[in-house]
Structures are given as C-alpha cells and as structure tokens.
C-alpha cells in the first residue's frame, strides 16, 4: 500500500468511525471495509491504523478478540475480563473467571494494538486540551498563554510522541511489545492528568468527551498487564540477563 | 561502505586495538582529554574516524550514520567521555558549511585526528537561554576584527586550539557573527572554573582587544544564529545516539552492580531510556535519508535528558552511598554531570517553550 492509498483508507476509516455507533454496529461497518482481510494480510499496517483511530475518534470495537483470538483477556492482578459485543460507553470490559493463558505470540499482539489504542486516545485527549487552552480565556487572554499550561501540553506531546517511537519499532516479538505497551500506557496516563487539568472544570462534567478517553486509559491500561506490571516485568528481565537488551539498532 | 560492513569491520579492529583509556580519577579532565586526543588520533589513522565526513576535509565520504556507529562503539566500550568525543559532530559540520573552503580543509584534520581541541563560546554571564542578547562585540578594522567582551562555560577552552565564538556586529538576531578564533591570540584569558562534580571542564574566556582575521569569519557577516542553530540536527542525531549508548552502557553497570535491583526502577529506566533510542533512531534514519530537521527535535532533546537524569536517580537509590560518600566513584561524577542534562544545550524548560510553540502551534506567551 503506498503512502496514497494509506492515508485515503484512514479518512475512510475515522469517518465510519465517527459515524457508526460504536460496538457491534461499528464491527459489521470494519468488517465491511475489509477489517479482517486487512488484519490476516497486512496486520503490520491494519493494527497501528485501526487502533490508533478508534483512540483518536473516541469509537470502540471488540476488535481486539480479533487479534488475540478471544475476547476472555489477562488483566492487572492477575484477573481476567471478558470483551462483550455490545455497546457501552466506555468500554464492554467485564471481570470474569480465569481463561486460558494466550500464547505468547497472541499476547503481544494484543498489547500491540492495545499500545496503539492508547496511544490514539492519549493524542485525542491532548487535541481537546490544546482546543480548550486556546480558546479559553482567563485574565484577559488565552490560558494558551501561561506557561504553566503550555509545559503541562508540552510534556504530553512529547510522551505521546516517544510512545509513538517505540510503537513502531515493536514490529515482532515479545519484550518490544512489552516495551511499546508499557510505553503507550505510561504516555497515556500522562495525557490523562495533564488534560484534566488543564480542562479544569468542564473536563470534569459528563458532558464533556474527556472523561470517557480518561476512563477508557484506564481500562486499557489494566488490559494485557498494566504499565506498572510490565515495567517491572521490564526491570527483572533486565536483571535476570544482567544487561539492558538495545533491540534498536541502527 | 554500509552499516554492517563498517560495524563489523570496526568491531573486529577493536579486538585487535586496545585503547582502554589508562587510570584516570573521574574528574581529571585533563587525562580524559589526553584519552580523547590519543583515542581520536588511533581512529583517524586506522581510517574509523574519516568514514561519514565529505573528502573536502580529509574524510573518506559516506553517510553520517557511519559517524553514530563509530560513537556507539567508542561508548560500548567506554573508550573517551561521550560528551567530549561528540563535539566534533557539533564543530565540524560548522566548519563544512560556513568556514571558506580552503580553511576547512587545512584545519578540519587536526580537529578530527586529535592533533587539536576546539571550543564552542557561545554562551556570556548575560546571554544564556536567551543567546541572541549576546554582547562581545567585534568591530572592523581594515581585513581583521577586532573582539571585545566575555563568554562563559566554553568547555574545554584551557585545552583548546580553536574556539568558534559568537560575537555582535550590529543589533538583533541578524547582527551576530561567527569566528574560528585562535585561542594563542593576544589579548584572550581564560579561567578554568570548577564545576560541582569537581572537575575543570569550563571556563570564563575575556577577549580584550583580540585581533581575528576576516578570513577566520564563518559566513558573512551576520550569519552567526545560523551558524548557531544549524548546529541542532548535528547535536540531536548523531551525538543523541552516542548519548543513548553510553547510558546504556551505564544501565548494564548498575543491574551488575545494585545488591538489591528493584524490578520497578529499574524496569522504568529502561523504558525511558528504550524511549529515547527508539526516537532518536527515527531521527537518525530522517536525517540520513536526507530530511531536515527543526523544532521536533527539542522532543529527542527532553526524551533523552529525562532518562539520562532518571537513570542516574536510579544509581544512587539502587547503591546506596556511592553518590554521596564515595568520592571516587564514578558514580558520584556521573551522577553529578547528569544534572547538567537539563541545562546545557538548551534548557528543559526551553525545549518546552519550543514544544509548545512550534509544534503545538500555541501561539505566543503570555
Ligand atoms: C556542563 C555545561 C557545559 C556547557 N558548555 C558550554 C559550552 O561549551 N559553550 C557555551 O557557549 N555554553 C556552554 N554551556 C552553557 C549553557 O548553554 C547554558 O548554561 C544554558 O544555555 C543556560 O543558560 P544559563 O545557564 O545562563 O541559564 P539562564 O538562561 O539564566 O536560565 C536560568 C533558568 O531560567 C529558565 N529560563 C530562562 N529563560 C526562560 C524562558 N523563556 N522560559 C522559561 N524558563 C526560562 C531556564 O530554563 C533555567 O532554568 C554549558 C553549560 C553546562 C552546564
């Protein structure tokens, strides 16, 4: 797929996303798009791009079964959830008896797409931020103007950024998607509090959209093993083999 | 030559060259500088260090990638401080872009073969973040300059032949020009100062009446924030990789060394640092394949300093004393210039403001 053609079937993609209601209404429309061609073909492409814009757009799927072959998911504390078809509004993600283990293939896989997932909605919490400190006025002039404001959206962009990095580079295998995982969760949180904040008030109410990415961090965050467990999880692999693995070479 | 072959090749000539720099107290700048010039030199002449340099200025051509290679396994190795080793990626490309032709190709080679040490006088006691206030002056005079005022925090000026300084030539952003100035000029003093790891890496440099040559300008008159910025997609690439590798090499160190590692910290600066290298190999790669790079850099810049500091934060929880107790620790240096990450090169809290500036479109500050 070129570069063309990659960007024509992302604005296909956010639209249906934008348009369709999200859970199994949402699914049927992707699979009409050819969700599933695209994932048993091109999973390298379809991953990222699904993933990354349902975060952005703020839509939900039960997609993820799809790349680890269940909807019944490892989660923080060694619990399980099971993925339901139906709509919800922040996630369809319930607690429920233990599974069968994923194969280690199929979890990284999952931490893949759910590290794009975060990655998306850790980007859409900072375009609302970014909105709102632009247009909102305080002592006369945009709080867009103070420093402490414009830091706070600073430090997002650039932890979003760097999950971005490591997403990429997690092409195969298991301790880079732990990595991208843990990365995409930790930049994801951080956009959750520094939104919030500079959100303020309306960023607290239901009305507002913030609070269902902020919620759905969370969720996704807890799935496939937290930020905190795989960074630890990082840490012993590291000292067990007594030396930081690069995996990135020039 | 390609990456594989110059890393192989370059591997196996260090089986056979030995250039473990000879015992040295972490902050006897002095004995790393006669490292750096001993490790250079070896590298010049076995060909390592010409490879990713045009042949105006004795290199042997070939990507700059070649360069970030060479680096990573002079860090791997810890062969030559990182910081020091990587300042010709910021002198040279100056040199390439705006020195004349012949000058570069005369004096280029010292630099790069160790023969000579050079210095950036950028930074003044009034002009920091805000470099473009800068104040010494240099004024015509029939085909020479004359240089009147004080820089501050060049490093390694008692130790350098050369320094490439800023000076003021008319007022604002356009009214700065850049000199390769000779530092045996009369009329220029330098003062070591002591920095807190106890080391004398930078100086107080007074330019009194110092005659520079208009040959000696970099550019035309007026080019000196030019010559100032260009330097940033030099520092961010090639030099970030360098930076990356030795503090990994530092992670290795502390997981060898901690008694009790905690799987957490340790795991969280791993991750920083993974982050870092992973953006700076994007970086690298948009660099190599000809891209420009500007403003997303700062973002390289915060990656790397966070993690650096991190790391470091890490090393003195995870072996308790070496800091703060263990004067000769290598710790306790490294630990200490790893303060210095957020303030040199640009502050954090620049980068932040060019972050949200630039690339968040903010518009302008209160
Ligand atoms: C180890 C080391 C080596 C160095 N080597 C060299 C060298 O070789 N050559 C050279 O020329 N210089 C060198 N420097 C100097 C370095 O570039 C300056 O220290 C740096 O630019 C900051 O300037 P300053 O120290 O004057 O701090 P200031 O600019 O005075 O800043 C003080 C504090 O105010 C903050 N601040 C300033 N402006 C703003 C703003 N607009 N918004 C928010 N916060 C702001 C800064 O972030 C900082 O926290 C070196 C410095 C160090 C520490």
Redesign the interface.
């Known amino acids: 797929m070129d570069a063309e053609e990659l960007n024509l079937l992302s604005q296909t993609l956010a639209k249906t996303m934008a348009a369709t209601p999200s859970g199994p209404v949402l699914c049927s429309a992707l699979n009409e798009l050819g969700w599933r061609e695209m994932l048993a073909e091109t999973p390298d492409v379809a991953v990222p791009l699904v993933f990354r814009l349902l975060g952005e757009t703020g839509a939900h799927a039960p997609l993820l079964a799809d790349v680890t072959g269940t909807g019944t998911l490892p989660y923080a504390g060694g619990s399980w959830v099971s993925w339901s078809r139906e709509d919800a509004e922040i996630l369809p993600v319930r607690r429920t008896e233990a599974g069968t283990p994923l194969s280690p293939e199929a979890l990284a896989a999952g931490r893949r797409a759910a590290g794009w997932w975060l990655l998306g909605t850790g980007r859409a919490m900072l375009e609302l931020a970014r909105a709102h400190a632009l247009d909102r006025q305080q002592f006369g002039k945009p709080i867009a103007s103070f420093q402490a404001v414009r830091h706070k959206l600073a430090e997002t962009f650039v932890a979003l950024d760097g999950a971005s990095a490591v997403l990429s580079a997690a092409g195969t295998g298991e301790l880079p998607a732990l990595l991208a995982k843990a990365a995409a969760g930790r930049a994801a949180l951080l956009a959750s509090r520094h939104c919030q904040q500079v959100l303020a008030g309306i960023g607290f109410t239901s009305e507002h959209s913030l609070h269902i990415h902020v919620k759905r961090v969370l969720v996704l965050d807890g799935l496939l093993g937290s930020t905190r467990e795989l960074t630890a999880e990082a840490g012993r692999l590291v000292i067990d083999s007594g030396a930081a693995p690069r995996l990135i070479d020039l | 030559m390609d ?1 594989a072959d110059f890393r192989a090749g370059l591997r196996a000539w260090f089986t056979t060259h030995d250039l473990t720099p000879p015992p040295a107290a972490p902050a006897d700048v002095g004995a790393h500088v006669a490292q750096l010039s001993r490790v250079r030199r070896e590298l010049w002449d076995a060909g390592w260090m010409r490879y990713g340099w045009p042949e105006s200025v004795g290199g042997l051509g070939g990507p700059a ?1 070649l360069r ?2 060479l680096g ?1 396994e002079v860090a791997a190795r810890d062969l030559a401080d990182s910081g020091f080793f990587t300042l010709v990626e910021i002198l040279v490309p100056t040199m390439i872009d705006y020195a004349p032709p012949e000058l570069a190709a005369e004096l280029v080679p010292k630099l790069l073969s160790g023969a000579e040490q050079w210095c950036q006088g950028f930074s003044e006691p009034g002009s920091g973040s805000d470099l473009a206030s800068l104040s010494t002056r240099a004024v015509p005079q029939e085909d020479s300059w004359i240089v009147n005022g004080q820089k501050v925090w060049t490093s390694l000026a008692q130790y350098s032949q050369r320094c490439v300084l800023l000076t003021r030539t008319a007022p604002g952003h356009g009214g700065i020009t850049a000199f390769l100035v000779d530092l045996d000029t009369p009329g220029i003093t330098i003062r070591p100062l002591r920095t807190m790891d106890g080391a004398e890496e930078f100086c107080e440099v007074f330019y009194d009446d110092v005659v520079v040559p208009s040959s000696r300008m970099l550019g035309q008159p007026g080019d000196g924030w030019r010559v100032a910025t260009d330097i940033l997609p030099y520092e961010r690439s090639t030099c970030f ?1 360098h930076r990356s590798s030795f503090l ?1 090499s530092r ?2 160190r502390l ?2 060394e901690a008694e009790e ?8 600066a ?2 920083s ?7 700076c ?2 970086t ?2 948009r660099f190599d394949t000809g891209g420009k790079l500007g403003p ?1 850099t700062s ?1 390289d810049k ?2 790397l300093q966070t993690a650096e500091q991190e790391l470091f934060d890490s090393a003195r929880d995870l072996i308790p004393g070496a800091v703060e107790l263990d004067d000769e620790s290598p710790w306790r240096q490294e630990y200490l210039y790893s303060r210095a990450a957020t303030i040199y090169g640009g502050t954090a ?1 620049i ?3 060019i ?3 630039r ?2 479109d ?5």
Not at chain 2, 261 to 268: E, F, K, L
Not at chain 2, 273 to 279: D, K
Not at chain 2, 362 to 366: D, Y
Request: aromatic residues 8%; hydrophobic residues 50%.
């Open positions: 990456i990638v970030a290679i990573e990789w990994f992670l290795d997981v060898g590692p905690d799987a957490g910290a340790i795991g969280s791993y991750l640092l993974y982050t870092a290298r992973a953006r190999r994007e690298v790669r997303e973002v915060i990656l809290e980068q932040r403001n972050v949200a500036r690339l968040l903010l518009g302008k500050e209160q």
